[in-house]
């Protein structure tokens, strides 16, 4: 089911957002003749009606997302031709070549479903290798191609069940194709878990040091703004982007750049929780008038160096620099928004 929520999901991408940007045709035109070569028995031999639903289903799917990229008068003016260069006709012709040379059975019908079983592991490669050449995934695209990967390493588990279940019945064909289109996969797999599950070191650091500081506000687009004010383990601010494949000081509007960029414009009961750290006879006498920061108005560094100004990964800085860039005063006065 994981490879039929798979193609929904993809079809469903192009038609609400009018664009295939980031999709291989050539991919999909290689399924298209898997589910050909495959389901050609749907008019020879009946299985159940859940079997020919699914396998209308997959056809006519994968024909309707091949339609839309060659034929929609809008989708396929966002196709990237010039970058899905791969030259997928010589998978079909291995394929078909394989399948003769090693078949399941020596029938037309069983050299055109090992066709399919050869092609399908190779399948996805075209769209592997736009993926790398865009360096762009986009949420849906990325959740498509991880869907499809998905279903093959749940297959990988069902043989080894059936394996055992089924008094060890060997069927190498699908083993070894599962086994290859698994390990293309893997790759993406990994880069793709690594965004979504937060083991990107910047943005894993970023949540970290968040537990130790507090929200101060959130901007228009969506960053979180934090600052700790704990003298001991030094003074920092910094901001957790909301896209979190971008961590770029582009991405911060101007009305926060004076906040970034300096430590010390808060006034003293906003500052003064970091006395707690003191001995308790001096946090008394503190107590009686609240004080600003040590230091005034001591710029916002970036990467590792003095204690006091270390800032955490995922910031608006680029590491070890300072920013020079030319930021407005911030003026608590005059924000709005979420900022206080």
Known sequence: MTHLLSIVVLLLKIRTTKSCAGISLKTQELYVI?????YLDFFTRYYSLYNSVLKVFFLGISVAIVWYMRYHKVVKQTYNKEEDTFRHYFLVLASFVLAILIPRALTVMEILWTVSIYLEAVAILPQLVLLQRSSNIDNLTGTYVFLLGAYRALYLLNWIYRFFAELHRVRWIPWISGLVQTTLYADFFY?????????????????????????????????????NMNVQHGRHRWVEYAEKSRYNASQVPPEWHGWLHNITDHTGDEASAYILDLPLCLWILLMLKPKRYGVEHRENFSGEGD??????????????????????????????????
């Open 34 to 38: 898997v589910f050909v070569t495959r």
């Open 191 to 227: 880069y793709y878990i690594k965004r979504k599950c937060l083991l990107d070191g910047n943005l894993l650091q970023t949540k970290i040091h968040n537990m130790c500081g507090g929200l101060v506000g959130i901007d228009k687009f969506g960053n979180k703004y934090y600052e």
């Open 307 to 340: 204690e006091f100004i270390y800032h955490s990964k995922g910031h608006a800085l680029n590491p070890g620099q300072r920013d020079w860039t030319r930021y407005q005063p911030w003026q608590p006065a005059k924000t709005t928004g979420s900022q206080r």
